[in-house]
């Protein structure tokens, strides 16, 4: 029997609620509350397995079972708000051994990578929203580079400037200090200031993912 895949769910108050499942970072997806949040979550395994094989896991990501939820949690106003994961689940409290570092590590640069790949690829119009809203790509490129520089990476004491975003060169130096301080602060026990490091690494992976998927959702490429 295959083993499941460990799943987090995270309820707002009003609107949403988030199914994260955090032994794979970045595959968390949400939907309005009274919806299917696993079945939402489940209709991305196939393109979360396009990460999972550019990390090197296709294999073990394969072999992978039915949804289960282990946990349940009150979300926090960004859940309602923009339906994403505020909460690390318990386990991502634990101490983490080496390997299962270097693992999600390998799944956050292929993270990287699906959105690096994905923004070259698709149109440079994109398709509008129904009242014809939605930022342009390169907003979204320097938005998803930018509040990753401003807002994640200080939290493991990287901080380059801003403008790093625009300099392809800057940006891969400024990815490689960035896993190397997550490694220091694991073997130094250390958390993200408040937040879990897997926390950390799974909101870094889904935030590059999110807008990935959304970029391909709004190709206009024939």
């Not at 990476?153 to 800057?170: C, F, I, Q, S, W």
């Amino acid at each position: 029997m295959n083993d499941p895949v460990r799943i987090m769910l995270e309820h707002g108050k009003k609107k949403r609620v988030v199914a994260s499942a955090f032994d794979w970072p970045g595959w968390d997806r949400s939907t309005r509350l009274g919806g299917d949040a696993l079945a939402v979550l489940d209709a991305y395994r196939p393109r979360f397995a396009k990460v999972a094989e550019l990390a090197g896991f296709a294999a073990e990501f394969g072999r992978l079972g039915d949804l289960e939820v282990v946990e349940e949690v009150e979300g926090i106003g960004m859940t309602d708000y923009y339906g994403v994961s505020g909460r690390a689940a318990t386990v991502e409290h634990d101490a983490m051994t080496d390997a299962v570092l270097e693992r999600k590590l390998a799944l956050l640069r292929a993270s990287w990578g699906t959105f690096d790949d994905t923004a070259e690829r698709v149109s440079v119009e994109l398709r509008k929203g129904p009242r014809g809203g939605g930022r342009e790509k390169e907003r979204i490129i320097r938005h998803v580079n930018g509040a990753e520089i401003h807002e994640f990476a200080p939290k493991v004491g990287v901080k380059v400037p801003l403008e790093t975003r625009d300099d392809p060169k800057a940006l891969r130096t400024y990815r490689d200090a960035f896993t190397d301080a997550i490694r220091d602060h694991h073997a130094r026990g250390e958390p993200a200031r408040s937040w879990a490091l897997q926390f950390l690494i799974r909101r870094c992976a889904w935030h590059m993912l999110d807008h990935a998927w959304e970029l391909e959702d709004r190709d206009l490429t024939a």
